[in-house]
């Protein structure tokens, strides 16, 4: 099926990298002459390993290779297990080959000591003599390794597969720039755009397989957003279904809204920690994200709480799940505001479309007016 890129206000331009790049040793340009595609391709597949288990940092993933391109190792951030930094894991595994080496990572090498020390000094002790990254780090904090890098004579290739990696790396690069998380709503809806009958029953409109598909994306997230409307009505549990190694805790549930809740409810369970902002207020909401620490809010929410986040320029990715059925009368996916003219139409980035056993799943990116 068709996959197309998308604007997002972090990525500069939408084409691809040259494949011959220019560098800088010691603050010198040289012409390097080679392609890191293959290498680079490898460390964003490392990275998406970090998907729900990297925050509040950012997913990193690092390849080192030898004069003939041939991997030595490789690395991915994964915080859940250990505070090292996807260069640090790499080195680590590289032992003494590391000695001469090329290290391919998606983000530039961090320059600041926090829970671990700089990867740019780690690479200067490993002896690596090449450095090529995707995305420069835009944390003020952290930035700084390629020019600490090029200090102590080490080629630093820069930009290779950026777009490509900065897509993967959106939600990290959103909270870096708007000083929140990014969210994603995920709805399901009839060809119709509704997502309930009449009646309120909503089980199922997609098949299992879609379904299926939503757990992978919970369990990438690193909290799950519903309104206090989707748990008195669907009491859902919002835990990732399935068997996904190597995570030691599921997202966090964060449940936003003035309503009383049922102490009974799933969301109160043991299964993950729950956190109820007792507010309408996005802005609240917002705060309390920001001090828990997340990257990526997967929103589940209803009508109510998804056309108010819409509403409020907070949303930044649209999931849809549509089934192939009708209903007619029903509940739409969204409330607000219509357009009273089709010149005023709210236009969304289409970034892929793909078809689950009959359902389609297409994804948007919104632009929140930039």
Known sequence: MPTLMVHFPFMENLSHPPRE????????????GMDYT?????????????????APNPI??????????AIIAEGFHDRMNSPDHA????????????????IVVTLEPCNHTGSTGPCAQAIIDAGITTVVYAVADPNAQAAGGAATLRAANITVVEGVMRDEAAYSNRAWLMKIKKNRPYFTWKVATTLDAKVAATDGTSKWITNEVSRADVQVLRRQADAILVGTNTVIADDPHLI???????????????????????????????????VVVASKDLDVLVEKLNELGVNHVFV?????????????????????YQAPSLLGSGKQFFIFDYP???TNQMRLDHISTQVLDGDVKSVYGIRNGE
Do not use: W
């Not at 293959?38 to 990297?54: N, P, W, Y």
């Not at 640090?88 to 000695?99: F, L, N, Q, S, T």
């Not at 003035?258 to 043991?270: G, K, R, W």
């Not at 589940?300 to 849809?320: K, N």
């Open 38 to 54: 293959v290498a680079m391709q490898r460390a964003i597949a490392l990275a998406e390993k970090g998907l729900g288990k990297s």
């Open 21 to 32: 790049l220019v560098s800088r040793v010691g603050g010198q340009k040289i012409n390097t």
């Open 240 to 274: 990732p279904r399935g068997d996904f190694a190597g995570y030691t805790h599921n997202p966090v549930r964060v449940i936003c809204g003035e309503q009383t809740l049922p102490t009974n409810a799933q969301v109160f369970d043991n299964a993950a920690d729950t």
């Open 60 to 69: 990193v993933g690092a390849v080192i290779i030898d004069a003939t391109s």
């Open 87 to 102: 260069e640090i894991v790499a080195i680590k595994a590289a032992g003494d080959k590391a000695k001469g080496s090329t």
């Open 340 to 342: 009273s003219t089709i």
């Open 300 to 320: 589940e929410a209803g009508p109510t709480l998804g056309s108010a986040m819409l509403d409020h320029c907070l949303l930044d990715e649209l999931i849809i």
